[in-house]
């Protein structure tokens, strides 16, 4: 890595080389020291020449010799250090040696007890590949770190032996061919193997019972001990410090910013804290002010080890990972080693706190896992002789959703987490350390890791009640099919409610939970008062089995009016006394914001590279005074980045309105005849404009001229004590109008068949305006905006990717598998890109999606002029797309805009209010 590109390099503004040789040991502390107090000041240290770049490692290197000189052996703690990592397990270990490995060696390690004595001794020690594509990205790295590690003389046991993933039903096996479509497209071998075949890798299997399996040859084992050992050495050899039997108490902050630690030995000033406590992250967490959310507990997870087979067991037999049963075997020193993902877990230690003699706090629960041990035993019946076999605890942080919780924290600027490992610390550890260290390094991440982002997270998730509840259904979910959008959780859910919640409920809303937030998917239009309440029906790849109930509500949408509440949208008011708001806003927005009053603009937030840290619009209530409406799981990321980009003189203030606003959309060509007739006022507005109007009873409600469907209609931000009012009169004068209730995943549909791009999905911080089509957003000709040179050059040299929109042909929407999302994209037979997202595009009649495009062969950021995707490659007419849907290629016709798709102007609607007659029998 450049370190000339780095802006958090302590460098001085003037040349080292000159300096270095004509000072002492003291004049290198003073120069270090110096350069420390600019920087923790805030001022701008620029890089000097990359011939400096070895002098600044001295520097470092000196500086540890000093420290060690003046405070004592190795194992002292230091008063000082530029990085201080909570925690020696394989984690932090691969933080610290990534870090050194790039040039960083003032680092400083603290463990409370010895290196790798928490839960890196522990774990299955596999690595597998067979993940989502973000996972799979840091796991590969992982595994190419630890095959460097063995060649180099490190015994970790490490040894790519491959797995076998197995599939007991047709749908668990659908669910692995469209995860194979994807990696095979992007260069993981892997294949299906049928029952037969399954023999010849692993002859003590059982497969009668099987529909076949996908064979995996990159999947490896390795000793996470040992690895965690090795990679505390390396980075011991670079420069950094460890310090045992060494408790962090505090973390300490000072304007929000990272200052130092206070361990049970000492402080330690520091300007960057990386919390990898594994198990006792969340507690340090809430050790500092503010406090810092660290949304994981730890649960049991269990893993049987049998005595050495005779004869001994071929080390070289694969990985066995039986989803439908929730178990993994792997050879075990002659023996077996068999783990389990249980669908109902348990939090570790009873859920209260982490006992200091935790290791004696673990019981062995043969009743909680003899069902896992007996489905092993039906897949291998050699297992059923085993005598003797040993069963362990082996707890382990999982998090509220089952991914990693990585990145800068929200809360307190420079500390970083790296926790959360979710059952297999060493899986990841490789690929994350070296992803965290490049975050420090850069100030920003390299790789795409939104996933992952401790952002994510609202402080209810770090909720110690909401934890216990979640963490009993997230472990099993790692095992479970995650059929797209159709896989709710069923715990710690009605957190975050709309004021409309019950009434939807009684109106047949079936819910999903986003942000915590409850939204309504679909609503049965079957159910009837006092019936059971309608849950969501079995997942499917195929056709959703509420599938009609979502046509019936884009045709209210299309032809009447559909109601959609919309309250989870994040909601920041953006103010200031004078005209500063508006140079701020001019300043992190890439669209001319200068709008006048009453105006609405959709724009983007970029970073340096031009990629999205939001995707908003942007409401102009007076002169000093914008309103900003941005995706649900937006909330955390976005409010803490425009934070941090506030003018130093506090002269603009934000604040978070999301609960004080209920959202409705009020879509289709009746919608303006139906508001009309609540409000008695003139909606009749121009797009992207709003106005404050009162709606039945209630005031003061921002009626917007938009939606989030691509439909015509209003968007209502009501005041939410006025929520059931307005939704009542909505819904009771809208009958003639043909009001319906619309769920979230019609919305959905709708919007992929405008061609509307999602936050996280088609627009993340690694993508720009240009790619996604939105360059129409994007104002060159006003000054300075965060991105703006990158996004010019961007212009001037064209883009290596395009969000392209694709229709299938010749594919059967009531008999074939659908396009979810992740699915590879082919033209003339060679992978060019991948799914983002994909639905049914009710007015098109057809299955649809959308998804970036390259040219063959070509990774994002390269400049060759020949590899820039224009309009004429895209639609050349030669050239021919498929999409791979489980195996399977079907032929999808390509769009640079979405096809036309004639609206029902709202104009042109005669239909009037005619109240509906109310016999007196009825009453």
């Known amino acids: 890595m450049a370190f000339g590109h780095n802006p958090k390099m302590l460098f001085a503004t003037c040349s080292l080389t000159t300096a270095v040789k004509s000072v002492r040991e003291t004049t290198w502390l003073l120069h270090y020291q110096n350069i420390c107090k600019q920087s923790s000041n805030g001022y701008k240290i620029h890089a000097c020449k990359k011939t400096d770049f070895k002098i600044h490692a001295k520097l470092n290197s000196n500086m540890a010799q000093y420290s060690n000189f003046a405070m004592g052996s190795e194992g002292v703690l230091p008063k000082q250090a530029q990085i201080v990592i909570c925690g020696a397990g394989t984690v932090a270990n691969s933080v610290a040696y990534h870090l050194v490995q790039n040039g960083w060696n003032d680092i400083l390690v603290l463990e409370q007890k010895k290196i790798g004595s928490g839960t890196s001794h522990f774990g299955s020690g596999t690595l597998g590949l067979f993940k989502p594509i973000a996972d799979r990205n840091l796991i590969m790295y992982s595994i190419k770190l630890y095959r460097r590690l063995q060649e180099l003389g490190y015994d970790i046991g490490f040894k790519q032996i491959g797995s076998v993933n197995l599939a007991q039903t047709k749908d668990r096996l659908i669910a692995l061919k469209r995860r194979m479509a994807y990696h095979q497209a992007t260069g993981l071998h892997c294949e299906v193997v049928g029952n037969k075949e399954l023999k010849n890798f692993h002859p003590y299997l059982r497969t009668e019972d099987l529909e076949g399996a996908i064979w995996v040859p990159e999947d490896a084992v390795a000793k996470p001990q040992a690895i965690c050992e090795a990679l505390a050495k390396l980075a011991k050899e670079g420069g950094a410090r460890y310090v045992e039997n060494c408790q962090v108490l505090q973390v300490l902050t000072e304007n929000a910013r990272i200052k130092g630690v206070e361990t049970n030995i000492g402080t330690v000033f520091c300007e960057y804290f990386v919390n990898s406590a594994g198990m006792w992250a969340r507690d340090l967490g809430l050790n500092c002010s503010p406090r810092v959310r660290v949304p994981a507990i730890p649960a049991e997870h269990f893993y049987v080890t049998t005595p050495c087979f005779e004869p001994e067991l071929d080390s070289w037999l694969p990985c066995v990972r039986d989803y439908d049963s929730h178990t993994y075997i792997r050879e075990w020193k002659g023996g077996f080693m068999v783990g389990g993902f249980e669908l109902e877990a348990k939090p570790a230690f009873g859920g209260a706190g982490i006992p200091e003699d935790w290791k004696n706090k673990l019981p062995q629960d043969w009743n909680h896992f003899m069902p896992l041990w007996e489905k092993a035993i039906h897949r291998l019946p050699i297992l059923k002789d085993v005598h003797n076999p040993v069963l362990t605890n082996s707890p382990d942080n999982f998090t509220p959703d089952g991914r990693w919780i990585l990145g800068e924290t929200p809360e307190v600027k420079n500390y970083f987490v790296s926790v959360g490992m979710n059952g297999n610390s ?411 997202s994909a639905g049914y595009g009710f007015t098109l009649d057809k299955l649809i999606c959308v998804g970036y495009i390259r040219h063959p062969g070509i990774t994002k950021g390269d400049s060759n002029g020949h590899q820039i995707v224009t309009n004429e490659f895209i639609m050349a007419p030669g050239a021919k797309y498929e999409i791979d849907i489980a195996g399977q290629r079907f032929l999808a016709k390509p769009h640079i805009r979405a096809p036309y798709i004639p609206h029902i102007n709202m104009d042109s609607t005669s239909c009037r209010y005619r109240p509906t007659v109310v016999s007196l029998k009825a009453m």
Not at 456 to 471: A, K
Not at 531 to 542: I, K, R, T, V
Not at 740 to 753: A, P, S
């Open 426 to 836: 060493l899986q990841g550890a490789g690929g994350i350390g070296k992803a965290v260290a490049e975050w420090i390094i850069e100030g920003v991440p390299t790789t795409e890791l939104i996933p992952f982002s401790v952002q994510r997270f609202l402080d209810l998730h770090n909720n110690r009640q909401y934890l216990l509840q979640r963490t009993r259904e997230v472990v099993g979910r790692h095992y479970s099919i995650l059929y797209p959008h159709q896989c709710e959780y069923k715990y710690a859910r009605k957190l975050r409610c709309s004021p409309l919640y019950s009434v939807l409920e009684k109106r047949g809303a079936v819910f999903g939970t986003r942000m915590a937030y409850e939204r309504a998917l679909y609503f049965d239009s079957t159910y009837k008062d006092g019936d059971p309440l309608p849950q969501m029906p079995p997942g499917s790849f195929y056709k959703p089995k509420f599938f009609d109930f979502m046509r019936e509500e884009y045709l209210a949408c299309r032809e009447g009016v559909g109601i959609i509440d919309m309250s989870s949208f994040s909601k920041i008011e953006i103010k200031s006394s004078g005209s500063e708001v508006v140079d701020y806003l001019q300043r992190v927005c890439s669209n001319d914001v200068n709008i006048p009053v009453g105006g609405i603009v959709h724009t983007g937030m970029q970073n340096e590279y031009g990629g999205y840290e939001n995707d908003c619009m942007i409401v102009r209530q007076n002169d000093n005074s914008f309103f900003m409406v941005s995706p649900t799981n937006q909330q955390t990321r976005t409010f803490e980045w425009m934070q941090r980009n506030l003018p130093p003189d506090h002269s603009v203030g934000l604040t978070d309105m999301t609960s004080m606003y209920t959202v409705i959309n009020v879509v289709g060509p009746k919608s303006r005849d139906l508001m009309s007739e609540l409000s008695n006022s003139d909606v009749k507005l121009h797009p992207f404009t709003y106005k404050k109007v009162n709606v039945g009873y209630a005031s003061d409600v921002m009626v917007m001229s938009f939606t989030h469907t691509g439909e015509p209609g209003y968007c209502l931000y009501v005041p939410s004590e006025y929520a059931l009012h307005v939704y009542d009169r909505l819904m009771t004068v809208g009958q003639d109008y043909g009001a319906r209730d619309v769920g979230c995943l019609t919305q959905r549909f709708m919007r992929i068949e405008k061609f509307i791009a999602f936050w996280a999905e088609e627009l993340t911080s690694l993508t720009t305006p240009f790619e996604a089509g939105a360059g129409h957003r994007v104002k060159l000709d006003k000054e300075y905006f965060i991105g703006k040179f990158a996004l010019q050059r961007q212009k001037e040299q064209g883009v290596t990717q395009r969000l392209v929109f694709f229709v299938l042909e010749d594919i059967d929407p009531d008999i074939h598998i659908w396009p979810w999302g992740g699915e590879p994209l082919y033209r003339n037979g060679e992978f060019v890109g991948t799914v983002t």
